[in-house]
């Protein structure tokens, strides 16, 4: 491989986030590794290659937060998509830059969506898709099935989506959990302009407090509810997702 070729291939490698051989990525700057239309379905299955660029539609079963990590002594950012249903689903991890567009589009649960010049992956036992520098997230229809009135709330209610006026907002408070792991947790508050409930936010779902403003719109997906001695509060973990809301 030539010195032009071998600079073609590290920023493909580069884009993969290092997750990939130099082979694979020689392949793909060399377009020999070719890009299709394909489907949930059939990346589960493993009937997608590994290594192969490809476009797929499908329902947002899932967005997590925006994670944040240390490589080579540089602060990056990456975020897991899971596209499909209970039956056959597969996550997408988008990484850079990239981690930002299901917040900017925005992508929520339920909606329709296309992701375009993604990069099947081999995980373990399963298969995902891994973003390059090229990669795209289309919105195709929305999801509307988000809980605007608290009314509609039971007291045991799981895996809800729940959107709102922030009324006050916390700042994540930090502690030691279980074996030592850290936590943190921010205590808010939402109303649907009648009632307002207390939204506990944990781990990843508190660090979004600092970006959330009272008067501000925020949706928690994956939520969860508990009755309290003060009424029905909302808690959004680690799982769940925070989106703050533009109206």
């Not at 009135?149 to 006026?165: H, K, L, N, Q, T």
Request: hydrophobic fraction near 35%; charge should be neutral; proline fraction near 2%.
């Amino acid at each position: 491989m030539d010195g032009e070729a071998r600079k073609s291939a590290e920023k493909v490698a580069e884009e993969y986030g290092g997750m990939i051989s130099m082979k694979s990525a020689e392949g793909i700057a060399e377009g020999r590794i070719p890009r299709r239309k394909t489907g949930v379905g059939e990346i589960a299955a493993g009937k997608v290659s590994d290594g192969e660029i490809v476009d797929v539609e499908g329902e947002v079963y899932r967005v997590f937060n925006k994670i944040k990590f240390e490589k080579d002594g540089k602060a990056q950012y990456r975020r897991t998509i899971v596209i499909g249903d209970r039956s056959a689903n597969i996550r997408a991890i988008l990484w850079g830059a990239k981690a930002e567009l299901p917040d900017y589009l925005p992508v929520e649960r339920g909606d329709r969506i296309g992701m375009d010049r993604m990069r099947v992956r081999r995980f373990e036992d399963s298969y995902e898709l891994s973003g390059i520098g090229e990669s795209m997230i289309r919105r195709i229809e929305p999801c509307k099935q988000c809980i605007t009135d608290f009314s509609y709330i039971s007291e045991d209610a799981r895996e809800i989506d729940v959107a709102g006026r922030l009324v006050s907002v916390g700042q994540p408070k930090y502690f030691n959990g279980l074996g030592g792991k850290k936590g943190s947790v921010a205590d808010c508050s939402i109303t649907d302009g009648k009632t307002i409930l207390r939204l506990v936010l944990w781990d990843s779902s508190s660090e979004i407090a600092s970006e959330m403003h009272p008067g501000g719109y925020v949706k928690a997906e994956y939520a969860s509810a508990k009755k309290t001695d003060a009424g029905i509060e909302l808690s959004a973990s680690d799982l769940s997702r925070i989106l703050i809301k533009r109206r």
